[in-house]
């Protein structure tokens, strides 16, 4: 029996409340709370039976944030708000003794640089008050890690070269839309591009690096380097890795809109002044976008996250790839979002699952990576995101 509190009402918060809504007896009292009341009562009138309560918090204010945890006492806080309430929603957590969970690192609101570190200082916090901070607990970072960290504990002695490969061949029929918060997407992938070699971090320009990957069921798609913040963890936890690199499919059409908007400022996050008000472009922008969450309906097709992992086994170099594969059309019949919403929501609530029955439970900061991979990997299974492995194949990087 415990009581578990979701902030944050998008198209994530969706699908974490919904499966653990189907879990009473692992979820048996659930509050959603977020900036808007109305999107958390519109998503418990969907899941029905008074399964959700909810409330309104401004997850930037920590008062705020510890009056409602005093007043709901829950066992464990998930953050599916915004990359900006990290810290001040472990603030109230470490005020009132309650564990936390999240699915994105902290950012600063005015720079655009998303870093573990402002979360890691938290460990002899939560470590002094006896509490657990899991973070990065959706699908990249989440199960990518989860993925490496299976990988390493089952199929090699040593990993050496990682590969994570995000593809999302689905189409929702929109010229442009972000899969999820505008914002958040457009800042992650506008910034220069960043892998791990040799003991080293190497820059290059945004999509500077590219080429066509085959994804499984999907075929070819081309593929470009990014930045993506789990590759600063696990090189950290897998120190036997000479090479880790993140790549992600876009479709032509969606450069060419991003293109534009970089280039006439639309992307900026500095405030301009517009008839006496001053705004933020890229809040703007994200204002007159299609809602991430209303993408769902016409969305067809799959996505398709994986890890391919290059490393020694019993004295000789073998291959390994990981992956799963999710519908967005199946997504939608389910949770009514998109699988982006899907793929993150699923992991987190399994995340809460692994805490709440003290399997994923140690005193202190943790990335899931840090965690016995086992049952995790178990209950993917059992919830929606089915995985497959394939060895010794042509891992094509
Ligand atoms: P959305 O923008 O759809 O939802 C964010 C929600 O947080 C909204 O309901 C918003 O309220 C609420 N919110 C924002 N600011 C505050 C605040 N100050 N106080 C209270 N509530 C607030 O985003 P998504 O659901 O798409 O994404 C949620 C999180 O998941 C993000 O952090 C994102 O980075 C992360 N993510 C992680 C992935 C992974 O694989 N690890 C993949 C995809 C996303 P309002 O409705 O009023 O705007």
Redesign the pocket.
């Known amino acids: 029996m415990s009581k578990v509190l979701v902030?944050?009402?998008?198209?994530?918060?969706t699908v974490v409340v919904h499966k653990m809504a189907g879990l009473p007896d692992v979820f048996s009292e659930i509050m959603l709370a977020?900036?808007?009341k109305s999107?958390c009562d519109d998503i418990a009138a969907q899941i029905g039976g008074n399964r959700v309560k909810t409330a309104q918090?401004?997850?930037?204010n920590v008062p705020e944030l510890i009056d409602l945890i005093n007043s709901f006492k829950p066992d464990l806080v998930v953050n599916?708000?915004?990359?900006y309430?990290d810290l001040t929603i472990m603030d109230a957590c470490l005020e009132t003794g309650v564990s936390y969970l999240d699915?994105?690192n902290y950012e600063p609101k005015d720079e655009a640089k998303f870093e573990y570190k402002w979360q890691w200082a938290y460990q002899d916090k939560f470590k002094n008050a006896g509490l657990t901070a899991i973070l990065?607990c959706?699908?990249?970072?989440?199960v990518t890690s989860v993925f490496t960290a299976y990988a390493a504990k089952h199929h090699f002695d040593e990993i050496h070269y990682l590969d994570i490969v995000d593809c999302n061949a689905g189409d929702h029929g929109k010229a442009f839309a972000t899969n999820?918060?505008p914002e958040?997407n457009i800042r992650e992938v506008t910034q220069k591009g960043k892998y791990w070699e040799n003991g080293q971090w190497v820059y290059t320009e945004p999509h500077e690096i590219h080429k066509p990957l085959n994804y499984p069921e999907i075929g070819p798609k081309e593929s470009y380097l990014i930045y993506h913040e789990e590759l600063e963890s696990l090189v950290k936890n897998f120190p036997t890795l000479k090479r880790a690199r993140f790549w992600m499919t876009f479709g032509q059409e969606y450069l060419t809109h991003l293109r534009v908007i970089q280039n006439i400022g639309m992307a900026g996050i500095e405030p301009v002044m517009y008839n006496g008000v001053e705004i933020v472009p890229i809040q703007f922008l994200k204002a007159v976008l299609p809602n991430?969450?209303d993408l769902g309906e016409n969305y067809k097709g799959w996505t398709s996250i994986g890890c391919r992992i290059r490393g020694i086994k019993d004295g000789k170099e073998k291959t390994y790839y990981v992956y799963n594969n999710c519908s967005h059309e199946v997504a939608y019949k389910e949770t009514g979002t998109q699988a982006?919403?899907y793929?993150?929501g699923v992991p987190c609530m399994i995340g809460a699952m692994m805490y709440l029955k003290g399997t994923w439970k140690k005193p202190g900061v943790y990335n899931v990576e840090e965690f016995n991979p086992d049952p995790f990997m178990e209950q993917l299974n059992n919830h929606g995101l089915p995985w497959v492995e394939k060895h010794n194949v042509d891992l094509e990087l």
């Open positions: 902030i944050g009402a998008g198209g994530v918060g977020s900036r808007t999107k918090v401004d997850a930037d599916v708000a915004l990359p309430q699915t994105a990065g959706g699908f990249d970072p989440g999820f918060n958040i991430p969450g982006v919403s793929t993150t």
